[in-house]
Protein backbone atom coordinates (compact mmCIF):
# COMPACT_ATOMS: atom_id res chain seq x y z
CA UNK A 1 0.00 0.00 0.00
CA UNK A 2 1.24 3.67 -1.08
CA UNK A 3 1.79 6.20 1.82
CA UNK A 4 -0.98 8.03 -0.40
CA UNK A 5 -3.23 5.48 0.18
CA UNK A 6 -2.62 5.15 4.13
CA UNK A 7 -3.46 9.02 4.06
CA UNK A 8 -6.05 9.13 2.08
CA UNK A 9 -9.30 10.97 4.23
CA UNK A 10 -12.42 9.23 3.60
CA UNK A 11 -14.38 10.76 1.62
CA UNK A 12 -17.43 11.46 4.70
CA UNK A 13 -14.62 13.47 5.72
CA UNK A 14 -14.91 16.48 3.24
CA UNK A 15 -18.60 16.43 3.52
CA UNK A 16 -18.15 17.76 7.04
CA UNK A 17 -16.13 20.11 6.89
CA UNK A 18 -18.89 21.87 4.44
CA UNK A 19 -21.28 20.96 6.67
CA UNK A 20 -19.28 22.83 9.41
CA UNK A 21 -19.51 26.28 7.54
CA UNK A 22 -21.11 29.13 9.31
CA UNK A 23 -24.41 29.14 9.24
CA UNK A 24 -27.69 30.16 11.16
CA UNK A 25 -28.91 28.50 13.75
CA UNK A 26 -32.03 25.88 12.98
CA UNK A 27 -35.05 25.57 15.37
CA UNK A 28 -37.75 23.11 14.61
CA UNK A 29 -40.99 22.35 16.38
CA UNK A 30 -41.73 18.53 16.23
CA UNK A 31 -45.60 16.76 16.13
CA UNK A 32 -47.40 13.92 15.57
CA UNK A 33 -49.55 15.91 13.77
CA UNK A 34 -51.56 18.84 12.49
CA UNK A 35 -53.09 20.72 14.76
CA UNK A 36 -51.33 19.98 17.87
CA UNK A 37 -49.91 23.67 18.55
CA UNK A 38 -46.45 24.27 16.50
CA UNK A 39 -47.03 26.95 14.22
CA UNK A 40 -48.85 28.87 17.71
CA UNK A 41 -45.52 28.08 20.17
CA UNK A 42 -43.25 28.97 16.80
CA UNK A 43 -45.16 32.44 16.89
CA UNK A 44 -45.18 32.57 20.43
CA UNK A 45 -41.56 32.05 20.69
CA UNK A 46 -41.18 34.60 17.46
CA UNK A 47 -42.55 37.32 20.03
CA UNK A 48 -40.61 36.28 22.54
CA UNK A 49 -37.21 36.87 20.80
CA UNK A 50 -38.53 40.23 19.22
CA UNK A 51 -39.38 41.44 22.79
CA UNK A 52 -36.04 40.88 23.80
CA UNK A 53 -34.55 42.99 21.39
CA UNK A 54 -34.04 40.68 18.41
CA UNK A 55 -34.87 41.50 14.27
CA UNK A 56 -37.20 38.70 13.80
CA UNK A 57 -39.88 37.89 10.56
CA UNK A 58 -42.31 35.93 9.52
CA UNK A 59 -41.20 34.70 6.70
CA UNK A 60 -44.20 32.20 6.12
CA UNK A 61 -46.67 31.21 8.29
CA UNK A 62 -49.92 28.86 7.81
CA UNK A 63 -52.68 29.57 10.26
CA UNK A 64 -55.55 27.74 8.22
CA UNK A 65 -58.10 30.20 9.49
CA UNK A 66 -57.29 29.51 13.05
CA UNK A 67 -57.93 32.47 15.41
CA UNK A 68 -56.10 32.04 18.00
CA UNK A 69 -53.01 31.25 16.47
CA UNK A 70 -53.46 34.23 13.99
CA UNK A 71 -53.44 36.57 17.09
CA UNK A 72 -50.31 35.14 17.80
CA UNK A 73 -48.41 36.85 15.24
CA UNK A 74 -49.04 39.88 16.97
CA UNK A 75 -47.07 42.56 15.66
CA UNK A 76 -43.91 40.72 14.03
CA UNK A 77 -42.76 41.98 10.40
CA UNK A 78 -43.99 40.12 7.42
CA UNK A 79 -42.23 39.39 4.47
CA UNK A 80 -44.82 39.38 1.87
CA UNK A 81 -45.44 36.25 0.59
CA UNK A 82 -44.73 35.34 -3.33
CA UNK A 83 -48.03 34.40 -5.52
CA UNK A 84 -47.46 31.90 -8.08
CA UNK A 85 -50.54 31.31 -10.23
CA UNK A 86 -50.81 27.38 -10.66
CA UNK A 87 -53.62 26.00 -12.60
CA UNK A 88 -56.23 28.45 -11.32
CA UNK A 89 -55.00 28.91 -8.48
CA UNK A 90 -53.33 31.61 -6.25
CA UNK A 91 -50.68 29.72 -4.45
CA UNK A 92 -48.01 31.64 -1.51
CA UNK A 93 -44.69 30.56 -1.06
CA UNK A 94 -42.14 32.32 0.60
CA UNK A 95 -40.10 35.07 -0.99
CA UNK A 96 -36.89 33.69 -0.50
CA UNK A 97 -34.54 36.83 -2.34
CA UNK A 98 -36.79 39.06 -0.41
CA UNK A 99 -35.83 37.14 2.95
CA UNK A 100 -32.51 37.32 1.65
CA UNK A 101 -32.23 41.09 0.87
CA UNK A 102 -33.83 41.99 4.34
CA UNK A 103 -31.28 39.85 6.53
CA UNK A 104 -33.27 39.49 9.55
CA UNK A 105 -31.45 37.90 12.61
CA UNK A 106 -34.30 35.56 12.81
CA UNK A 107 -37.23 34.14 10.14
CA UNK A 108 -39.91 32.00 11.31
CA UNK A 109 -41.06 29.22 8.08
CA UNK A 110 -44.32 27.24 8.36
CA UNK A 111 -44.39 23.78 7.49
CA UNK A 112 -41.25 23.04 6.77
CA UNK A 113 -42.06 19.61 4.56
CA UNK A 114 -44.25 21.88 2.23
CA UNK A 115 -43.62 21.33 -2.18
CA UNK A 116 -43.13 24.54 -3.76
CA UNK A 117 -45.31 25.50 -6.09
CA UNK A 118 -43.44 24.88 -10.35
CA UNK A 119 -40.96 27.37 -11.44
CA UNK A 120 -40.24 28.25 -7.85
CA UNK A 121 -36.41 28.63 -6.43
CA UNK A 122 -36.20 25.49 -5.12
CA UNK A 123 -38.34 22.50 -4.78
CA UNK A 124 -38.70 22.31 -1.90
CA UNK A 125 -38.96 24.33 1.53
CA UNK A 126 -36.07 22.60 3.37
CA UNK A 127 -33.97 24.00 0.73
CA UNK A 128 -35.49 27.35 0.91
CA UNK A 129 -34.82 27.08 4.58
CA UNK A 130 -31.11 26.05 4.31
CA UNK A 131 -30.39 29.04 1.97
CA UNK A 132 -31.79 31.46 4.45
CA UNK A 133 -28.94 29.17 6.78
CA UNK A 134 -26.21 29.35 4.59
CA UNK A 135 -26.65 33.41 4.74
CA UNK A 136 -26.07 33.07 8.40
CA UNK A 137 -30.20 33.84 9.03
CA UNK A 138 -31.65 31.95 12.10
CA UNK A 139 -34.92 29.83 11.05
CA UNK A 140 -37.41 28.81 13.42
CA UNK A 141 -40.29 26.31 11.58
CA UNK A 142 -42.55 23.17 12.04
CA UNK A 143 -43.06 19.77 10.72
CA UNK A 144 -45.01 16.59 11.47
CA UNK A 145 -43.30 13.24 11.96
CA UNK A 146 -44.42 11.50 9.41
CA UNK A 147 -42.97 13.87 7.22
CA UNK A 148 -39.16 12.26 7.56
CA UNK A 149 -38.31 10.31 4.53
CA UNK A 150 -36.91 6.87 6.66
CA UNK A 151 -40.52 7.02 8.30
CA UNK A 152 -42.19 6.50 5.21
CA UNK A 153 -43.34 2.82 5.11
CA UNK A 154 -43.47 2.41 8.83
CA UNK A 155 -46.29 5.55 8.44
CA UNK A 156 -47.93 3.94 5.91
CA UNK A 157 -48.35 0.60 7.38
CA UNK A 158 -49.32 2.19 10.86
CA UNK A 159 -51.75 4.69 8.98
CA UNK A 160 -52.67 3.31 5.31
CA UNK A 161 -51.86 6.66 4.60
CA UNK A 162 -49.00 7.51 1.76
CA UNK A 163 -47.07 10.46 2.78
CA UNK A 164 -46.15 12.81 -0.69
CA UNK A 165 -44.60 15.50 1.12
CA UNK A 166 -40.90 14.40 3.04
CA UNK A 167 -37.50 15.72 4.26
CA UNK A 168 -34.60 14.14 4.14
CA UNK A 169 -33.70 13.02 7.72
CA UNK A 170 -30.63 15.13 7.62
CA UNK A 171 -33.01 18.47 8.30
CA UNK A 172 -33.81 16.82 11.57
CA UNK A 173 -30.52 15.56 12.73
CA UNK A 174 -28.39 18.74 11.83
CA UNK A 175 -31.04 21.08 13.77
CA UNK A 176 -29.58 22.92 16.51
CA UNK A 177 -32.45 22.61 18.58
CA UNK A 178 -35.64 20.17 18.27
CA UNK A 179 -38.50 20.89 20.32
CA UNK A 180 -41.78 18.21 20.58
CA UNK A 181 -44.87 20.02 20.59
CA UNK A 182 -47.20 17.21 22.08
CA UNK A 183 -50.80 17.03 23.03
CA UNK A 184 -53.03 13.68 24.20
CA UNK A 185 -55.26 12.00 21.12
CA UNK A 186 -58.58 13.16 23.23
CA UNK A 187 -57.24 16.98 23.33
CA UNK A 188 -56.68 16.73 19.58
CA UNK A 189 -59.88 14.69 18.25
CA UNK A 190 -61.72 17.66 20.51
CA UNK A 191 -59.90 20.28 18.80
CA UNK A 192 -60.91 18.71 15.31
CA UNK A 193 -64.74 18.52 16.79
CA UNK A 194 -64.02 22.53 17.83
CA UNK A 195 -62.99 23.68 14.65
CA UNK A 196 -59.48 24.40 15.31
CA UNK A 197 -57.54 22.57 13.56
CA UNK A 198 -59.33 22.22 9.83
CA UNK A 199 -62.62 23.86 8.42
CA UNK A 200 -66.00 21.81 9.54
CA UNK A 201 -66.71 21.02 6.30
CA UNK A 202 -63.72 18.74 6.18
CA UNK A 203 -63.75 17.27 9.88
CA UNK A 204 -65.96 14.22 8.99
CA UNK A 205 -63.82 13.35 6.47
CA UNK A 206 -60.65 13.59 8.65
CA UNK A 207 -62.26 12.26 11.64
CA UNK A 208 -63.39 8.93 9.38
CA UNK A 209 -59.96 8.19 7.57
CA UNK A 210 -56.13 10.26 9.18
CA UNK A 211 -57.60 11.36 12.47
CA UNK A 212 -58.95 7.74 13.93
CA UNK A 213 -57.75 7.21 17.73
CA UNK A 214 -55.33 4.11 17.03
CA UNK A 215 -53.63 6.32 14.12
CA UNK A 216 -53.22 9.50 16.06
CA UNK A 217 -51.89 7.13 19.35
CA UNK A 218 -49.34 5.20 16.69
CA UNK A 219 -48.01 8.88 15.29
CA UNK A 220 -47.78 10.10 18.83
CA UNK A 221 -45.99 7.48 19.70
CA UNK A 222 -43.70 8.05 16.84
CA UNK A 223 -42.91 10.80 17.40
CA UNK A 224 -41.89 10.83 21.19
CA UNK A 225 -39.38 7.82 20.61
CA UNK A 226 -38.11 10.01 17.19
CA UNK A 227 -37.51 12.76 19.26
CA UNK A 228 -35.76 11.25 22.25
CA UNK A 229 -33.93 9.12 19.46
CA UNK A 230 -32.69 12.20 17.58
CA UNK A 231 -31.82 14.04 20.90
CA UNK A 232 -29.79 10.91 22.22
CA UNK A 233 -28.19 10.07 18.76
CA UNK A 234 -26.98 13.60 18.57
CA UNK A 235 -25.05 12.92 21.96
CA UNK A 236 -23.58 9.82 20.87
CA UNK A 237 -22.26 11.50 17.61
CA UNK A 238 -20.69 14.21 19.24
CA UNK A 239 -19.03 11.78 21.78
CA UNK A 240 -17.88 9.55 18.96
CA UNK A 241 -15.94 12.47 17.17
CA UNK A 242 -14.29 12.76 20.75
CA UNK A 243 -12.82 9.45 20.33
CA UNK A 244 -12.15 10.29 16.69
CA UNK A 245 -13.32 6.54 16.15
CA UNK A 246 -16.02 6.90 13.97
CA UNK A 247 -14.43 7.61 10.85
CA UNK A 248 -13.51 3.46 10.77
CA UNK A 249 -16.88 2.34 11.40
CA UNK A 250 -19.01 2.43 8.71
CA UNK A 251 -22.15 0.74 6.76
CA UNK A 252 -22.77 0.14 3.38
CA UNK A 253 -25.96 -1.38 1.18
CA UNK A 254 -25.66 -2.90 -2.34
CA UNK A 255 -28.49 -1.87 -5.12
CA UNK A 256 -29.18 -3.64 -8.06
CA UNK A 257 -31.56 -2.54 -10.75
CA UNK A 258 -32.74 -5.83 -10.51
CA UNK A 259 -32.98 -6.11 -6.67
CA UNK A 260 -36.16 -5.82 -4.46
CA UNK A 261 -37.70 -2.21 -3.53
CA UNK A 262 -34.66 0.01 -3.22
CA UNK A 263 -36.29 2.75 -1.36
CA UNK A 264 -37.49 0.74 1.94
CA UNK A 265 -33.77 -0.91 1.36
CA UNK A 266 -32.39 2.53 1.68
CA UNK A 267 -34.43 3.50 4.68
CA UNK A 268 -34.22 0.89 6.62
CA UNK A 269 -29.83 1.50 6.21
CA UNK A 270 -30.37 4.82 7.11
CA UNK A 271 -32.36 4.16 10.38
CA UNK A 272 -29.37 1.15 11.03
CA UNK A 273 -26.73 4.00 10.58
CA UNK A 274 -28.39 6.24 12.56
CA UNK A 275 -28.86 4.48 15.15
CA UNK A 276 -24.90 3.06 15.12
CA UNK A 277 -23.69 6.73 14.53
CA UNK A 278 -21.93 6.18 11.81
CA UNK A 279 -21.29 7.13 7.97
CA UNK A 280 -22.98 4.84 5.21
CA UNK A 281 -22.94 4.01 1.45
CA UNK A 282 -25.26 3.29 -0.93
CA UNK A 283 -23.27 1.32 -3.17
CA UNK A 284 -24.90 0.38 -7.07
CA UNK A 285 -22.99 -2.86 -7.58
CA UNK A 286 -22.41 -2.64 -11.07
CA UNK A 287 -21.34 -6.01 -12.84
CA UNK A 288 -21.37 -7.07 -16.89
CA UNK A 289 -24.86 -7.59 -16.71
CA UNK A 290 -25.20 -3.83 -15.00
CA UNK A 291 -23.84 -2.31 -17.79
CA UNK A 292 -25.37 0.83 -18.79
CA UNK A 293 -25.35 -0.17 -22.80
CA UNK A 294 -27.71 -3.31 -21.61
CA UNK A 295 -29.83 -1.21 -19.12
CA UNK A 296 -32.47 0.68 -20.68
CA UNK A 297 -33.21 4.31 -19.91
CA UNK A 298 -36.18 3.92 -17.59
CA UNK A 299 -34.07 1.42 -15.61
CA UNK A 300 -31.30 4.00 -15.34
CA UNK A 301 -33.28 6.66 -14.27
CA UNK A 302 -34.36 4.28 -11.51
CA UNK A 303 -31.06 3.99 -10.66
CA UNK A 304 -30.50 8.06 -10.86
CA UNK A 305 -33.64 8.08 -8.18
CA UNK A 306 -32.61 5.55 -5.79
CA UNK A 307 -28.95 7.14 -5.29
CA UNK A 308 -30.49 10.56 -5.01
CA UNK A 309 -32.93 9.08 -2.24
CA UNK A 310 -29.95 7.78 -0.75
CA UNK A 311 -27.80 11.44 -0.98
CA UNK A 312 -31.45 12.76 0.83
CA UNK A 313 -31.55 9.88 3.57
CA UNK A 314 -27.49 11.18 4.42
CA UNK A 315 -26.05 8.67 2.72
CA UNK A 316 -22.97 8.42 0.67
CA UNK A 317 -24.06 7.54 -2.53
CA UNK A 318 -21.79 5.58 -4.97
CA UNK A 319 -21.23 3.38 -8.17
CA UNK A 320 -18.63 0.39 -7.94
CA UNK A 321 -17.87 -1.93 -10.96
CA UNK A 322 -16.42 -5.46 -10.59
CA UNK A 323 -16.88 -8.80 -12.31
CA UNK A 324 -20.00 -10.43 -9.68
CA UNK A 325 -21.94 -9.12 -7.71
CA UNK A 326 -20.21 -11.15 -4.17
CA UNK A 327 -16.63 -9.81 -4.88
CA UNK A 328 -17.58 -6.60 -6.01
CA UNK A 329 -19.28 -6.12 -2.72
CA UNK A 330 -16.20 -7.41 -0.88
CA UNK A 331 -14.04 -5.32 -2.55
CA UNK A 332 -16.04 -1.90 -1.81
CA UNK A 333 -16.50 -3.20 2.26
CA UNK A 334 -12.68 -4.16 2.45
CA UNK A 335 -11.21 -0.88 0.37
CA UNK A 336 -14.10 1.43 2.55
CA UNK A 337 -12.98 -0.34 6.06
CA UNK A 338 -17.25 -1.27 6.19
CA UNK A 339 -18.38 -3.07 9.63
CA UNK A 340 -22.09 -3.83 8.45
CA UNK A 341 -23.21 -4.66 5.31
CA UNK A 342 -26.55 -4.81 4.40
CA UNK A 343 -28.37 -6.63 1.05
CA UNK A 344 -32.22 -6.78 0.75
CA UNK A 345 -33.99 -10.16 0.08
CA UNK A 346 -37.40 -9.69 -1.69
CA UNK A 347 -40.57 -11.11 -0.27
CA UNK A 348 -41.70 -12.42 -3.93
CA UNK A 349 -39.92 -15.83 -3.44
CA UNK A 350 -36.79 -17.18 -4.59
CA UNK A 351 -37.19 -16.64 -8.21
CA UNK A 352 -37.49 -13.02 -8.14
CA UNK A 353 -34.53 -12.72 -5.63
CA UNK A 354 -31.60 -11.06 -6.32
CA UNK A 355 -29.63 -11.82 -3.40
CA UNK A 356 -28.84 -15.36 -4.44
CA UNK A 357 -27.97 -17.87 -2.00
CA UNK A 358 -24.76 -18.83 -4.09
CA UNK A 359 -24.12 -14.70 -2.98
CA UNK A 360 -25.53 -14.86 0.42
CA UNK A 361 -23.28 -17.92 1.30
CA UNK A 362 -19.96 -16.08 -0.30
CA UNK A 363 -20.38 -13.26 1.79
CA UNK A 364 -21.53 -15.27 4.85
CA UNK A 365 -17.73 -17.33 4.31
CA UNK A 366 -15.80 -14.24 3.57
CA UNK A 367 -16.94 -11.28 5.44
CA UNK A 368 -14.95 -11.94 8.34
CA UNK A 369 -15.04 -9.21 10.99
CA UNK A 370 -18.23 -7.64 9.18
CA UNK A 371 -21.27 -7.82 10.34
CA UNK A 372 -24.05 -9.01 7.49
CA UNK A 373 -28.10 -7.98 7.87
CA UNK A 374 -30.02 -9.19 5.23
CA UNK A 375 -33.48 -7.44 5.39
CA UNK A 376 -37.02 -7.97 3.84
CA UNK A 377 -38.29 -5.41 1.91
Same mark, same amino acid.
Given at each position: ?13 ? $???? &? @?????? #?? =??? *?????? %?????? $???? &? @?????? #?? =??? *?????? %? ?17 ? =? ?293
Amino acid at each position: MSLFELERPAPEQF $LNLI &R @RQARGR #LK =VYL *GSAAGV %GKTYAM $LREG &R @RLKAQG #LD =VVI *GLVETH %GRLETEEQKGDLEIIPPRA =VEYRGVLLRELDVDATLARGPTVCLVDELAHTNAPGSRRAKRYQDVEDLLLAGIHVITTVNIQHLESLYDEVERATGVRVKERIPDRVLAEADQLVNVDVSVEDLIDRLKEGRVYPADRVPTALENFFTPPNLTRLREIALTEIAHLIDSRGRKEYALRLAHSATDRVMVGLSSRGPSAPALLRKTARLADRLAVPWYAVYIQTPAEDLTKIDAATQRVIGRNLELAQELGGIPMTFRGPDVASTILAFAREYAIKVIVMGKSRQGPHKRWLGRSILERLERETDGIDLVIADV
